[in-house]
């Protein structure tokens, strides 16, 4: 029941995730979504506004690190006519285009400290006024904020408001690396796998036992977006019928050390994931052959397929119960 569209995972990290923003669709409440880059804070944000009873409304999406210090107040909160130079016709702003909806500030660290007053005044008050105007307007908006630098710090050199902080953080998600997600990044990696070879028509069977170990050893700094690119490029590169460690150019990386002990139930888990994928990919799909080379039933790996959640990673006429 804990699925969330469009997000593929099965790691207990992951699954604590979409228990969150199940609940959190549920309110009102703004919330802040943390986590490095490509850990998946823009579906995270728009997963909430699906599932939430403003699904039905606009999502409206605004990068406050991408626009213009000078035109962002106007971008978010609207102008009046002749509010400056080139204000010709009054126009409303974001917050208004998301009435009934939910507005997104991506990046909302990169927010001006003029700005970071009035967003804090609507999230009080629910009102604003646009740029050169003298109207209170109110509308009813729902705030979902996303960041990748640490706001606590930004607090800490004054370049962040605290009580903003404090107000936009009443529900946090912290989405966690890719690289504390287990199993996830096999998985994600035969997603990206299947869904570019479909696209460019590839009969690729999946990566070699090289490259799923270069999988789990690399780091990944740009997350699951990262992954995606590497695998779309890698199907592009892919010369025999596996995906290589130079497909993915993942040879010269430097790699996770394994200092850390993994408990024998993650081991565990790990190593068997790694072969039923490496299983499911060498016989692309077919279920009763990589039973066979794994020496269980159809019905113990069926199960342990839909454990993983790797079933999303077959052909879905594999998925028809067995003959
Ligand atoms: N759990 C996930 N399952 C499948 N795809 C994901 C998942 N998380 C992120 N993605 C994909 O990875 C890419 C980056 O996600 P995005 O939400 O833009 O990350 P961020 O905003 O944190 O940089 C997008 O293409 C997104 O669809
Ligand atoms: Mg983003």
């Known amino acids: 029941m804990d699925q969330v569209e469009g997000m593929l995972g099965t790691s207990p990290s992951i699954h604590a995730i979409f228990g969150l923003i199940h609940k959190m669709a549920k309110t009102d409440l703004p919330v802040l979504v943390t986590g490095e880059t490509g850990t998946g804070k823009d579906v ?4 909430i506004h699906a599932r939430s009873p403003r699904g ?5 999406p605004i990068n406050c690190g991408a626009i213009p210090e000078t035109l962002l107040e106007s971008e978010l909160f609207g102008h009046e006519r002749g509010a400056f130079t080139g204000a010709v016709h009054q126009k409303k702003g ?36 646009r740029v050169g105007g003298h ?13 990748n630098v640490d706001l606590k710090a930004a607090i800490d050199r004054n370049r962040f408001r605290e009580d903003l902080y ?10 966690p690396p890719l690289r504390d997600r287990g199993q996830d990044t096999l998985l ?5 796998l299947k869904q570019a070879a479909d696209v460019q028509r590839k009969p690729l069977r999946g990566f070699t036992p090289e490259a799923l170990n270069a999988l789990c050893a690399y780091r990944w700094p740009g997350n699951v977006r990262e992954l995606s690119n590497r695998v779309r490029r890698a199907v592009v590169m892919a010369e025999g019928m596996e995906i290589t460690p130079q497909d993915l150019d993942l040879t010269g990386e430097v790699l996770q050390s394994t200092d850390s002990l993994d408990s024998l139930r993650a081991a565990h888990r790990r190593i068997e994931v790694e072969l039923i994928a490496k299983a499911i990919s060498l016989h692309r799909g077919n279920v009763t052959r990589a039973a066979r080379d794994l020496d269980v039933s ?5 199960r342990k397929l839909l454990e993983y959640g790797l079933e999303r990673s077959l052909p879905s ?7």
């Open 44 to 47: 995270t944000a728009q997963a």
């Open 56 to 60: 039905e409304g606009p999502f409206v």
């Open 94 to 129: 974001k917050l208004e285009a998301a009435a009934g909806g939910t507005v997104f500030l991506d990046e909302v660290g990169d927010l001006l400290p003029v700005l970071q007053v009035k967003l804090l005044r609507f999230l009080q008050q629910g009102t604003f006024e």
């Open 135 to 147: 109207e209170t307007l109110r509308v009813d908006a729902r705030i979902i904020a996303a960041t």
């Open 166 to 175: 404090y107000r936009l953080g009443v529900m946090h998600i912290h989405l």
């Open 188 to 192: 994600l990696a035969l997603h990206f």
């Open 298 to 302: 159809r019905t113990t790996l069926y």
């Open 317 to 323: 006429a594999a998925l028809r119960p067995a003959s």
